[in-house]
């Protein structure tokens, strides 16, 4: 009974959890309730990645109202892992969060804090198994208003502002993504996504459907963060509570980028993209730029969290830059760096989380001989921080080595050395980072508390938690790779 | 049994150090080295350790008969180097020593360019920690240029091997040949690492800035590794033969006038390479024999010549000929093993040099290569100069320095001794080694012609040194240092770099006062862009960002309906 | 002419939509960016709806069966879509009543101004 | 250690310049010899020329004195200060000597 019911149970379960929260009120229950509902949804994301593996798609119709009249929700091999990834990093930084949000926002909120979170997590699920492309719009608000809530807990009074401009922007990207779907609409006469990959090509008016990818694919690209269209991004992350920071940088851009692959190849196919939309021309230098010049602004960041930020966007641009090369290898290349990237990025965030949750702060220069004080954040800021610049036997190497042998088999070879290039740029920026933790000397008068001062052990397991999974998918990179391959070539193939 | 493979086990024994006290870690440094020579000799030969990974098939182990004389005496090396460093008392070093030496014998064994590659770059990194031990300032500097060109070779291995197997489709490390775009940027990896002309500047760099110990750690290890790579990958490419003659020629002078004396042995070690590299150059099954029996003899002197050099530097302070001299007094013993090594690397019959050194020469004469066998044969004459006759006679003899250090610790003795009770055994025994070479030996380097021919050549040549030295020609040594290709990247570069900042502020004051503009150099462009606050990394406000968003929309629909 | 006068619906979408965007790019006012988005988004609904309409159609309720009736689907939709509308907006306003608070101004330019002072500090 | 002073005495010699010289002449004699060994023993080989008469003997020579007048030329050429590279550079350091263990053989000191 229930095994027939997982889809729905992905999104009902925290979205449930999040009223039971707010009358739960008190905090430490609300962050109980949070976690609990956030492994069940670890389970059910669990069960439904064995049973596509078993039995292929699962189509489950909301409601018992068949498609495409009713909402559909669907898992197949695309989504399937990442309805596990992101319910696993959820569930993970939940973990990981209760002592650094004791710490920064006022007991009285907390509740209102995990509500916000469960609701964010249900969207971004719903976003990932819906088939529905309305759908999508309303689930891609559900997460997006919540974060915006997320952000503004924010200590400094500068998280207001950039949850206001995410807000104005984010809605915008919406706006637009309603805008191609209403049009969509008006040329086939239908919402369901698989029911809209075929009748999109005896579609009656061609313009139209340019006119709505030319909308979905810009409203995708705000809510990815898609260099030039990153700039909300840099502020939000800096300012958001450091939970928040982790959870998003690990979910939300990569959930966009998930739905952005939907409409690219499932929806309008591989033709549509690149023969007629010329959005090579504007996908491919967006990537390129993205990562040289974002892994750049990177090296100049002085705090930790901008410039993982900045980092972000210059990662996005690889995962992209895979995406538009839209071969079976590229799309590889590009999927296993959004599981890479999401379980990297995530950990050094939560280990920059640790250093702010002693110290206060994140500032590189201030954090002189860190390996003192606090040696295990500091090796896992350096571990991750190898994952990130794609270290052999690191998950950013298995997929930086795919993107480039991918480019290489495209006859791409000056994008293959760009992604080098911008590989030593990492390490500049990491390794300036590394550089002040072990070995500088301390040159300010008394900026830190002498002896060991590591952060609490309940923050430190959930980390290395990740920090494991990370190594495990690097070490076993085929097992990514399969995964990943396996939703190329589904998205490839449309839908079958 | 493929937990237990050699490279592994220095792995090991590293991480192990990590976590214990200083007595077992001195104890380790020892141990592993034994416990992987058992592991070694119980190898078969051929692949193992094969692991899947990325739909490439990875072999840790590829067990030759070349890579088998290759890994055997790198891990004779890393355990005298241990015996030598039994008084280190540093993490570091101890740990790095491990990781290093595992790193390169694992480089050795390694079957396919992926897993070299692996190794490539753990060596660098490994290795720059036994310059960095020397915690000052210059040192940090020194390893930080080290690493960079150790690292760039690491970078231009990888962008061969995907170039490489882009063409071929193979990842095998196996006999490649300068045929493509790939398999030039894997040369010139290698060459990095071996320290071709005007690529071998960081040796000459760096190994004179490590520890005392550190500095035997490195002498043994990379080149020798990219030695082995070349053999393996590159044997027979004739380019090899001239670069290799150039290499023995040119290090030579700089040897002569240098006074660091770790210096000198390390421009010293280049001339060295260039007999192995001529070796692979020519490439038949002599002189793949000459290069591997070479390498094997060159490890143990050029060892023990460091370790001498070291003690000397231990106990006085300084490696710099001009401030040593007639120490010989208090240390005999590493006097005594001091004039083996030197003896060994000058080829005198019954050391070790003769009878490896021999068989490079006799194939470049064999097979027509005559200029080539001159070059090495004035090469040999020039060995004598720096490290047959300089070090030993500066250090320990000629005018008395006044300075009457200590002999050298035990511990140090006695590596010195095992060593160059090696290479005398090796050298009056060559069969020894001979069965251990690659390929079926059947040469004899004792024959009456050929015993007097090198006899002629370095009793001439000590005639000529005395004659010179009698006739106050020979340079003195002083002090100071010679300029050499690394001067363009530690003095050129940066004083063009300044030179054209200069230039440009020049131009920019006078563009401001001519046109009343602001210019400014792109670098400060890309930092005042960039640097928090700057256009690039400050929080937009929303107007921008819904400009862009604007702007990018319209240009999408354009393209799209145009 | 046709054309003109045929698609005045859609270049009433059109003409909303830039308006908003304009007042996006060109307020620094808070309150009236909360304005402009709702213009903008306002013309969403509008796009819908009009593409809902069939001439001469009515609503296909209480009338038993009618012959032409306008798209029903288009209405569900857009009645989700303003709710969503509603609840930005709430939050945007929520938000600026924060950033009211804390700042004492709702000028975004004299915000960026605050905040480039404080980066520096 | 007693080893040790014995080799010690054992080069005693080289502070004597009478036993220097004598050294040099033995040395001499020697090259004589092997010079004239050229005449009577036939050396085996595979280089044109190589088989002249004092070959070896030559080339160890001139080789040997060429070399070193080359590179006391380069040296004119190439000497700079030991501070050349600035303070920062390992040329211009003394080695740390927190890493040492300089010792003076007090009883040998004279």
Redesign the interface.
């Known amino acids: 009974m229930i095994a027939t019911q997982l889809p729905a149970l992905q999104i009902i379960i925290p979205l449930f959890a999040a009223p039971l929260i707010v009358l739960a009120r008190r905090s430490e229950l609300a962050w109980i309730i949070a976690l609990v509902a956030n492994f069940l949804c670890v389970l059910v994301a669990w069960d439904l990645f064995q049973l596509v593996n078993e039995q292929g798609i699962i189509r489950y119709s909301l409601g018992g109202w068949a498609a495409p009249t009713g909402i559909e929700y669907f898992v197949d091999t695309v989504n399937a892992p990442l309805l596990l990834l992101v319910s696993s990093i959820s569930a993970i930084v939940v973990a990981y969060a209760y002592h650094s949000v004791k710490k920064s926002i006022d007991s009285t909120k907390h509740y209102l804090f995990y509500a916000a979170w469960m609701l964010c997590l249900s969207g971004l699920l719903g976003m990932l198994i819906t088939g529905d492309a309305?759908n999508v719009?309303?689930f891609l608000?559900i997460s997006s208003?919540s974060t915006?809530?997320l952000i503004?807990f924010g200590n400094d009074?500068?998280a207001?502002?950039a949850?206001?401009r995410y807000?104005?922007l984010g809605?915008?990207g919406?706006?637009f993504i309603?805008?191609g779907i209403?049009f969509l609409?008006?040329a086939t006469g239908s919402?369901n996504m698989l029911d809209l990959a075929q009748r999109i090509p005896n579609a009656s008016s061609e313009r139209a459907i340019l006119v709505a990818f030319s909308f979905i694919s810009i409203g995708l690209m705000i809510k990815s963060a898609i260099f030039p269209l990153h700039a909300w991004l840099a502020n939000a992350y800096h300012f958001a509570p450091i939970s928040v920071t982790a959870f998003l940088a690990g979910t939300a851009t990569k959930v966009s980028l998930y739905v952005l692959l939907r409409f690219l190849f499932s929806v309008f196919g591989t033709q549509y993209n690149f023969e007629y939309l010329l959005l090579n021309v504007i996908l491919l230098p967006a990537a390129v730029f993205g990562f040289l010049i974002m892994s750049v602004v990177a090296i100049f960041q002085t705090d930790l969290r901008r410039m993982l930020a900045y980092s972000s966007v210059a990662q996005i641009g690889y995962i992209v830059a895979g995406i538009s090369l839209a071969t079976q290898a590229g799309i590889t290349a590009g999927y296993a760096h959004i599981i890479n990237h999401a379980l990297i990025k995530t950990a050094l965030f939560m280990s920059v989380g640790c250093i702010i949750y002693r110290l206060g702060h994140a500032h590189r220069p201030s954090l002189d001989n860190l390996i003192q004080t606090m040696p295990l954040t500091c090796v896992a800021f350096i571990v991750s921080g190898l994952g990130l610049i794609g270290v052999p036997f690191t998950g950013g190497f298995i997929s930086k080595f795919t993107l480039i042998s991918a480019s290489m088999e495209k006859g791409w070879w000056v994008m293959g050395g760009l992604v080098l290039v911008s590989s030593v740029l990492a390490i500049i920026y990491i390794g300036r980072v590394v550089d002040v933790m072990l070995f500088r000397k301390q040159r300010l008068p008394n900026p830190m508390p002498q002896g060991r001062n590591e952060a609490p052990l309940s923050m430190l397991v959930p980390m290395y938690v990740l920090i494991g999974l990370s190594l495990y998918l690097g070490v076993y990179g085929s097992e990514t790779l399969t995964v990943s391959g396996e939703a190329a070539k589904q998205l490839l193939g449309g839908f079958r | 049994m493929s937990w237990l493979i050699p490279p592994l086990l220095f792995f090991y024994g590293a991480f192990l150090c990590l976590v214990v006290g200083r007595k077992q870690r001195t104890f380790i440094t020892l141990l592993i080295p034994v416990v992987a020579l058992f592991s070694l000799l119980m190898l078969p030969m051929g692949n193992m350790a094969q692991v899947q990974f990325l739909g490439f098939e990875l072999i840790f182990v590829r067990l030759d008969k070349l890579a088998f004389v290759f890994s055997l005496i790198f891990i004779i090396a890393a355990f005298l180097a241990s015996i030598y460093a039994w008084h280190v008392n540093d993490k570091v070093q101890q740990v790095s020593t491990l990781l290093y030496a595992g790193a390169a014998l694992g480089g050795v064994l390694a079957g396919d360019l992926i897993t070299l590659f692996l190794y490539w770059e753990i060596t660098a990194v490994a290795s720059v920690f036994l310059i960095w031990a020397r915690r000052t300032p210059a040192a940090y500097a020194t390893g930080m240029r080290y690493l960079l060109i150790q690292v760039g070779s690491g970078v231009l291995l990888l962008a061969g091997l995907l170039v490489h197997y882009n063409d071929t489709g193979s990842i095998l490390f196996e006999h490649m040949g300068l045929v493509s775009t790939g398999t030039l940027l894997i040369f010139l990896a290698f060459g990095i690492k071996c320290a071709f002309p005007l690529m071998h500047n960081w040796l000459q760099d760096s190994y004179p800035a490590a520890t005392v110990t550190g500095t035997v750690v490195l002498s043994s290890f990379t080149t020798k590794m990219a030695v082995y790579a070349l053999a393996r990958g590159y044997a027979g490419e004739e380019i090899l033969i001239y670069i290799g003659a150039i290499m023995t020629l040119f290090p030579i002078f700089f040897a002569e006038i240098e006074n660091d004396l770790r210096k000198v042995l390390a421009y010293s070690l280049n001339n060295q390479l260039g007999f192995m590299v001529v070796g692979v150059g020519i490439g038949t099954e002599l002189a793949l024999n000459g290069t591997a029996a070479h390498a094997f003899c060159h490890i143990l002197y050029k060892s023990l010549l460091f370790m001498s050099v070291g003690a000397v530097l231990y106990r006085t302070g300084t490696s710099k000929a001009s401030e040593l001299g007639g120490l010989y007094k208090t240390m005999p013993v590493t006097m005594v093993c001091c004039l083996i090594g030197a003896a060994s690397i000058s080829a005198f019959p019954l050391f070790s040099g003769f009878i490896s050194k021999s068989l490079i020469l006799d194939a470049s004469a064999k097979n027509g290569y005559y200029l080539v066998w001159f070059a090495l044969v004035v090469a040999s004459a020039g060995v004598l100069s720096h490290s047959g006759i300089k070090i030993p006679y500066f250090t320990f003899f000629a005018h008395d320095s006044g300075k009457r250090p200590m002999e050298a610790p035990v511990h140090m003795r006695i590596a010195m001794i095992i060593t160059a009770a090696l290479c005398v055994i090796i050298g009056v025994f060559p069969s020894l080694l001979y069965q251990l070479l690659p390929y079926e030996v059947d040469y004899k380097p004792y024959t009456t012609s050929h015993v007097l021919a090198q006899m002629q050549l370095l009793c001439f040549a000590l005639l000529a040194f005395v004659f010179l030295m009698r006739k106050g020609i020979h340079p003195p040594e002083v002090r100071g240092i010679n300029l050499d290709s690394d001067w363009a990247y530690r003095k050129g570069l940066p004083s063009i770099l300044a030179m054209s900042a200069a230039g440009a502020t020049q131009i920019a004051t006078k563009a401001r006062e001519g046109l009343q503009a602001q210019a400014s150099d792109w670098v400060f462009t890309i930092r005042r862009l960039s640097a928090?606050?700057g256009l690039l990394a400050?929080?937009w406000?929303?107007?921008s960002m819904?400009?862009v968003v604007?702007l990018l929309l319209l240009l999408v629909l354009f393209l799209n309906l145009k | 002419m046709n054309t003109i006068l045929g698609l005045y619906n859609y270049w009433m979408v059109i003409i909303l939509m830039m308006a908003g965007?304009y007042i996006?790019?060109?307020?620094?006012n808070?309150i009236k960016?909360i304005i402009g988005?709702s213009v903008?988004?306002t013309s969403?609904f509008y796009?819908?709806i009009t593409?809902g309409k069939v001439e001469g159609g009515t609503a296909p309720i209480l009338t038993g069966d009618p012959a032409t009736y306008s798209n029903p689907?288009?209405h569900v939709?857009i009645l989700?879509?303003i709710v969503?509308g509603v609840?930005?907006t709430a939050?945007?306003l929520a938000?600026?009543v924060?950033?009211h608070e804390?700042?004492d101004t709702i000028e975004?330019?004299e915000?960026?101004a605050i905040?480039?002072l404080?980066?520096?500090s | 250690m007693m080893n040790g002073k014995k080799i010690a005495a054992a080069f005693a010699w080289v502070e004597s310049p009478s036993a220097v010289n004598t050294a040099i002449k033995v040395l001499a004699a020697l090259c004589g010899l092997l010079f004239l060994l050229d005449f009577v023993i036939h050396r085996h080989t595979y280089v044109p020329g190589e088989g002249m008469w004092g070959f070896y003997a030559f080339t160890g020579f001139i080789a040997f004195t060429l070399i070193v007048l080359g590179a006391k030329t380069l040296r004119t050429l190439i000497l700079r200060d030991e501070n050349y590279y600035g303070e920062q550079s390992v040329d211009s350091e003394e080695y740390p000597a927190s890493q040492l263990a300089i010792e003076s053989d007090q009883e040998d000191a004279k």
Not at chain 3, 24 to 28: G, N
């Open positions: 309305f719009f309303v608000e208003l915006y809530m503004a009074r500068r207001l502002t949850s206001f807000l104005v809605s915008i919406a706006s309603l805008i209403g609409y008006a919402l | 928090p606050g400050k929080g406000g929303v107007n819904v400009f604007t | 965007l996006l790019i060109a307020r620094y808070l960016k988005l903008f988004q969403i796009l819908y593409m689907v288009v939709l989700t879509a969503v609840a930005t939050v945007a938000l600026i924060r950033i804390t700042y975004d330019d915000i960026k905040e480039m404080e980066e520096d």
